[in-house]
């Protein structure tokens, strides 16, 4: 029964680049969610999505992030542009749809921008 | 805006006795609770969750308390495990935007 899955586990991009983060939910789970977390910091909350729709984004900056979850295939977590105070763990978590407060989270992507 | 925060930083205890992390909100309006264990390099592990009509539930060796007057709540571990050692976070949520407001964290060490 395979948990949250996030690839890459470590992303290096230098500044300018591109980061696409992916993130597979848990079998029987609909609902995803992305998770930025600052060294020495908690999680902060980013985006909230069904397949095909964005619920909240109220997290996300107003530019160079976005996120999707299509119909078939994985969440993307897309950075553009990145620049270094980009350089965090990016979590995902998914839950059922009845059960929005049991989140489940994967194993994070390290970005680092050099 | 909403906040919820943990009380102590880091807190130390002797392998065997019982642990108690505290946490408080700022948001009367969550009305569900979850505590999360993170050790080193690793995501989040869902520990136990509180709906705010409760004011105790109970899992394996584990206990959150609500008290929804002061906005408080706590996570009992009994008889601490050296595997215990991690952060601990908790957050809060509202309604069924599934949004989860995190605390900054309390690292649990313990001594053997």
């Known amino acids: 029964n395979a948990g949250v899955m996030q690839n890459p586990r470590h992303l290096v991009r230098r500044r300018g680049q591109e980061a696409r983060l992916r993130c597979s939910p848990m079998k029987g789970h609909s609902h995803v969610y992305w998770y930025r977390q600052l060294p020495e910091e908690g999680l902060k909350f980013m985006v909230y999505l069904q397949k095909e729709n964005i619920i909240d984004e109220s997290g996300m900056p107003k530019e160079r992030f976005s996120a999707e979850f299509p119909k078939e295939g994985p969440s993307i977590l897309r950075i553009q542009q990145v620049v270094r105070g980009d350089s965090a763990a990016y979590f995902c978590?998914?839950?059922?749809?009845?059960?929005?407060?049991?989140?489940?989270f994967g194993p994070g992507t390290r970005l680092t921008v050099t | 805006g909403e906040s919820v925060g943990l009380h102590l930083p880091t807190l130390s205890v002797q392998e065997g006795d019982n642990s108690i992390i505290n946490c408080a909100y700022s948001n009367s309006a969550s009305d569900y609770f979850i505590w999360y264990k993170q050790e080193s390099g690793k995501g989040p592990q869902f520990i136990i969750d509180?709906?705010?009509?409760?004011d105790k539930r109970q899992g394996q060796r584990v206990t959150v308390l609500l008290n929804k007057t002061v906005k408080h709540l706590s996570l009992q571990i009994a008889a601490t495990q050296p595997g215990d050692s991690a952060v601990y976070f908790c957050a809060g949520g509202s309604g069924n935007t599934g949004k989860l407001i995190f605390g900054q964290g309390t690292t649990l060490q313990v001594k053997p």
């Open positions: 509180i709906r705010s009509n409760m």
């Open positions: 978590a998914s839950s059922r749809v009845d059960t929005y407060y049991e989140q489940y």
